[in-house]
């Protein structure tokens, strides 16, 4: 019985994940300084943590942060912004790997209900936010990205990375949130779709 349990949760972990790559793809906004606002790409991998646990959410969310790498690769033409090889490293870590992994961890209060649901995500997305601001802080400071709308931000990468960051984090943690709370309402979603499995 255990093993048909984790092939139903397989099978749910790669629906999810799969739709959120799809739904990545699909940018409702792009974002003036960088960044992209998509049709809430990161509820479904959220959702696995939610109902599964952490072992399979941060599991599932590895596997989306390497699919996401790939997309950076292809559409985004990572391999050709001239970074240094350590440049390269530091941000394939903090843009991608750790970045989308930590979407595993929206789980994290889970058996508290809906409060649970909504810190978790809020968590989540809070903890990417802040490997991309490492990232952009780190790695991305020594280049010359510096005027935006006719401000300069030289000398100032954290005040850069945070603004390029929160730019399109902020919009998708509350479309993601205003979703989550809608679906809520439906007692279906609520008890089936966004309760703990075990």
């Not at 559409?75 to 970074?83: D, F, K, Q, R």
């Not at 300069?152 to 730019?167: E, V």
Request: glycine share 12%; with cysteine; proline share 4%.
């Amino acid at each position: 019985m255990k093993n048909s349990g984790n092939i139903r949760a397989l099978a749910e972990c790669s629906v999810l994940v799969a739709l959120s790559s799809v739904l990545s793809l699909i940018k409702i906004w792009q974002m003036p300084l960088g960044g992209s606002i998509t049709l809430l790409s990161m509820l479904p991998v959220c959702v696995i943590p939610i109902r599964r646990g952490l072992r399979w959410g941060l599991g599932s969310a590895f596997v989306y942060s390497l699919i996401q790498l790939g997309f950076g690769i292809v559409t985004e033409g990572l391999l050709g912004w001239g970074l240094s090889p350590v440049m390269l490293a530091g941000c394939i870590l903090f843009d991608y790997l750790l970045g989308f992994s930590v979407l595993g961890l929206a789980g994290a209060f889970r058996k508290r209900g809906q409060a649970g649901v909504y810190a978790g995500l809020a968590l989540a997305f809070g903890l990417r936010f802040l490997s991309h601001l490492t990232s952009g802080y780190v790695i991305f400071r020594n280049l010359d990205q510096w005027e935006v709308f006719g401000m300069t931000f030289a000398d100032r990468p954290l005040l850069y990375s945070a603004c390029y960051n929160g730019f399109f984090m902020l919009p998708e943690l509350v479309i993601t949130l205003s979703a989550v709370f809608i679906l809520m309402r439906f007692t279906y979603i609520r008890t089936k779709v966004l309760a703990p499995v075990d």
